[in-house]
């Protein structure tokens, strides 16, 4: 097996940390978001700080890769995904970037990915319910604005969404990408309600590998608490856990992601080695017998897959809420026929029109509370984003 190279396993540092205070400040009450101009004056020399590194760690990455043929197909099929699927993402990237209600790049952190989105009711008449969301990406390729549809979408239906920004590999490892979640989750707990949200109405959600990163992250901080350790923010706050399409037990997915294209060189460098894929498996955490007891404090979990998803089998999610059950833990699972790993996430909602999995989790948050269900049952129908054939070409050529 090859070795990465040191460069893969630094850390990078940032002068961000100067700008903290400016993101705990208090946000003016009529206006929560900086105006378009002085947000877009921010986002300027973030995104050349953040082009430069992103880019010199790209280049890192592909020298330890390498351009083998596997490699280079699914970077086509890549391209060609975002291609047809253009025309939809160019409307939603309209939209992230001209309302004012979204307050882009707050800082949560003193990392250079410790960032999140905020996307806002139009509304803020009492207190929302808030969704934090962790996106996917093969802890490589992961971005707070890959959560702009579902962000925009779940603001329309009355609920605040935080998207949380972490960094990958290789500007950081497993560790590190945990590390950051918790800390936005921190951030939102302790300020959203600044921003309109309820803090007693707090729900995470991960997708892929954010899935996987956010409940490492719930997991990691009940043992912190069972231990009686110093801890910033309690899973007390956290109403309910939805996993879309995770990975939960790594060690049974490392041959499954080789042949996936993603080598296991470069998977257990993210994980930092064969030794830790327990460590970052809560199929396998939930397991350990010293700490078991931790786990009575979860909140309700619930996970979603498809049952044609290729990337991540539908058994990753069907064993641990099996496991889950076992240990006390309350855990549902729901199972989309024929879906694949990027349908839930990608091409319904851009196909507008009904979507079972968003109306499941705005029914859920908003579960009695009579006049927030009256206003989504009086809300229009989602927009249709993307052509259905285009969707469909889409779903033929996804590397996913």
């Not at 460069?7 to 400016?22: A, P, Q, W």
């Not at 995904?81 to 409307?91: D, E, Q, S, V």
């Not at 240990?327 to 009904?354: E, M, N, W």
Request: hydrophobic share 40%.
């Amino acid at each position: 097996m090859n070795t990465p190279p040191d460069s893969l396993r630094f850390r990078t540092t940032s002068s961000v940390g100067s700008r903290i205070n400016t993101a705990n400040a208090s946000p003016a009450v009529n206006s929560p978001c900086l105006s378009r101009s002085q947000s877009f004056s921010r986002e300027i020399g973030h995104a050349a700080s953040e082009t430069y590194l992103v880019t010199r760690l790209a280049f890192t990455l592909l020298r330890y890769l390498g351009l083998g043929r596997r490699w280079m197909l699914r970077l086509l099929a890549l391209l060609l995904y975002a291609m047809l699927l253009m025309p939809g993402f160019l409307k939603v990237l309209y939209q992230f970037c001209i309302s004012s209600q979204v307050c882009r790049s707050i800082i949560y952190g003193d990392q250079p990915r410790n960032r999140l989105d905020l996307y806002l009711p139009n509304n803020i008449d009492s207190p929302k319910p808030v969704v934090i969301f962790v996106t996917g990406g093969a802890w490589i390729i992961g971005y707070k604005a890959w959560g702009a549809l579902l962000g925009l979408q779940l603001a329309q239906r009355d609920i605040i969404v935080a998207s949380i920004d972490y960094r990958n590999f290789p500007q950081g490892t497993i560790s590190n990408m945990v590390e950051d979640v918790s800390q936005g989750i921190s951030f939102v707990c302790k300020n959203i309600s600044e921003y309109g949200g309820d803090p007693n109405r707090i729900y995470l959600m991960g997708q892929s590998a954010g899935a996987h990163i956010s409940s490492c992250a719930l997991f990691l901080q009940a043992i912190n608490e069972f231990k009686g350790e110093s801890v910033s923010w309690s899973i007390s706050q956290i109403k309910a856990y939805f996993g879309l399409s995770g990975v939960y037990h790594l060690p049974n997915l490392v041959e499954h992601f080789e042949r996936r294209g993603l080598h296991r060189s470069i998977f257990l460098s993210i994980m930092e080695g064969e030794e830790s894929l327990k460590q970052f498996s809560p199929e396998l955490i939930i397991e350990d017998p010293s700490v078991r007891n931790a786990f009575s404090i979860l909140p309700r979990i619930i996970l979603f897959h498809g049952t044609k998803d290729f990337t991540i089998p539908p058994h990753a999610s069907t064993t641990f809420v099996e496991t889950l059950k076992r240990a006390g833990v309350s855990a549902d699972l729901i199972l989309y026929k024929g879906k694949t790993h990027t349908d839930l996430f990608v091409q319904d909602p851009l196909r507008g029109g009904k979507d079972e999995l968003f109306d499941y989790i705005v029914n859920y948050i908003h579960a009695g509370d009579v006049n927030a269900l009256a206003k989504v049952a009086m809300a229009p129908t989602r927009k249709r984003l993307c052509p259905e054939p285009l969707l469909k070409l889409a779903g033929m050529v996804s590397p996913f």
